[in-house]
Nanobody, 123 residues
Framework: QVQLLESGGGLVQAGGSLRLSCAAS????????MGWFRQAPGKEREFVAS????????YYGASVKGRFTISRDNAKNTLYLQMNNVKPEDTAVYYC????????????????WGQGTQVTVSS
């Protein structure tokens, strides 16, 4: 019903910046909270950030607080993740997600997922 497509990943130097985007399509009349997870090789999928439908509430994982900013543009059906001062440990596949929960660090709480976009941070 809802399709998500991430973009903006790539190779960046440590300390640099990158902005990821997630375009939503399908049922645009249904409101969802949205968020980002990431998964590095050999590790579990990790919560990065989430945002409520109107953007009034945002949540961040401890490892990215103060460096990443989540936002959304509902008119464009697009979610963003601004990544500043990136570190090598930020290297992962980043996944866009949508669901009815406002905040959860459990991936099982979300209903829809994108295919992911690779972010690689070089040292």
């Amino acid at each position: 019903q809802v399709q998500l497509l991430e973009s903006g990943g790539g190779l960046v130097q440590a300390g640099g910046s990158l902005r990821l985007s997630c375009a939503a399509s399908g049922d645009t009349f249904t409101s969802y909270a949205m968020g980002w997870f990431r998964q590095a090789p050999g590790k579990e999928r990790e919560f990065v950030a989430s945002i409520s439908w109107y953007g009034g509430s945002t949540y961040y994982g401890a490892s990215v607080k103060g460096r990443f900013t989540i936002s959304r543009d509902n008119a464009k059906n697009t979610l963003y993740l601004q990544m500043n001062n990136v570190k090598p440990e930020d290297t992962a596949v980043y996944y866009c997600t949508a669901g009815r929960v406002v905040y959860s660090e459990s991936k099982s709480a979300y209903d829809y997922w994108g295919q992911g976009t690779q972010v690689t941070v070089s040292s």
